[in-house]
């Protein structure tokens, strides 16, 4: 799936960081509209694990670059939290005292 606004960011050399990225940025979007600032995060990630992999392939150390890609991630997760879901139960609840 490529994402609106990420077509420059797909294509036929991804690394395995990279790939692994991609998709925990697509699970991480689904059902969710991603506004400029999610957007930015989203591709500094995958530019991140781009140089993960650039780095992994030459034998160099790639933790600073793991706890970047991390501390992105967790950006990402507090910025853009997840919509809660109401219990249907409660959900009937409210409906009946609304009624």
Same mark, same amino acid.
């Given at each position: 799936m490529t994402?609106?606004?990420?077509?420059?960011?797909? /294509?036929? =050399?991804e /690394?395995?960081q990279? @790939?692994a990225?991609?998709e925990?940025?697509? $699970?991480?979007?689904? !059902?969710? %509209? #991603? =506004?400029? $600032?999610? @957007?930015?995060?989203?591709?500094?990630?995958?530019?991140? %694990? @781009?140089?993960f992999? %650039?780095l =992994? %392939?030459?034998?160099?150390?790639? $933790? @600073?670059?793991?706890?970047? &890609?991390?501390?992105?991630?967790q950006? &990402?997760?507090?910025?853009?939290? *997840?919509?809660?879901?109401?219990?249907?139960? #409660? *959900? !009937?609840?409210?409906?009946?005292?609304?009624?």
């Open positions: 994402l609106e606004g990420f077509e420059d960011y797909y /294509g036929p =050399n /690394g395995l990279e @790939r990225t991609k925990l940025i697509d $699970s991480f979007v689904e !059902g969710r %509209a #991603l =506004n400029p $600032s999610a @957007r930015y995060v989203c591709k500094t990630m995958i530019n991140i %694990a @781009r140089n992999d %650039a =992994n %392939a030459k034998g160099r150390d790639t $933790s @600073r670059v793991m706890a970047q &890609l991390l501390a992105w991630y950006e &990402l997760e507090t910025k853009f939290p *997840a919509e809660k879901e109401i219990d249907p139960a #409660l *959900a !009937g609840l409210l409906q009946e005292a609304q009624a």
